[in-house]
Nanobody, 127 residues
Framework: QVQLVESGGGLVQAGGSLRLSCAAS????????MAWFRQAPGKAREFVAT????????YYADSVKGRFTISRDNAKNEVSLQMNSLKPEDSAVYYC????????????????????WGQGTQVTVYS
């Protein structure tokens, strides 16, 4: 059974930085693309960033491009999201997600393309 556990959320002033981490267990971490999504109150869950199984490709939502960086360490079974220049509109619960579906060598950005989710970590940015 896959477990994804996020950490690193918190309260930060606009312009500041946070680093989210997600620890994975239960499956071979290196075989799955990983992603971060977020969900603000009253809004649908939205894609933030994804990284392929071998870190060969990354892809970002336009709203975070140039400010957020996704990375992974397959030796540590961990994926991270470095968030810089944070804005109040970045406030949301951030979720880590993985696929672990055979042949997952592409870039996946939809909620329904990920089958395993963490419990989420709250990020609040105040102005």
């Amino acid at each position: 059974q896959v477990q994804l556990v996020e950490s690193g959320g918190g309260l930060v002033q606009a312009g500041g930085s946070l680093r989210l981490s997600c620890a994975a267990s239960g499956r071979t971490f290196s075989t799955s693309p990983m992603a971060w999504f977020r969900q603000a109150p009253g809004k649908a869950r939205e894609f933030v960033a994804t990284i392929t199984w071998n870190s060969g490709s990354t892809y970002y939502a336009d709203s975070v491009k140039g400010r957020f960086t996704i990375s992974r360490d397959n030796a540590k079974n961990e994926v991270s999201l470095q968030m810089n220049s944070l804005k109040p509109e970045d406030s949301a619960v951030y979720y880590c997600a993985g696929r672990w579906s055979e042949g997952s060598r592409g870039v996946y950005v939809r909620v329904d393309e990920y089958y395993y989710w963490g419990q989420g970590t709250q990020v609040t940015v105040y102005s």
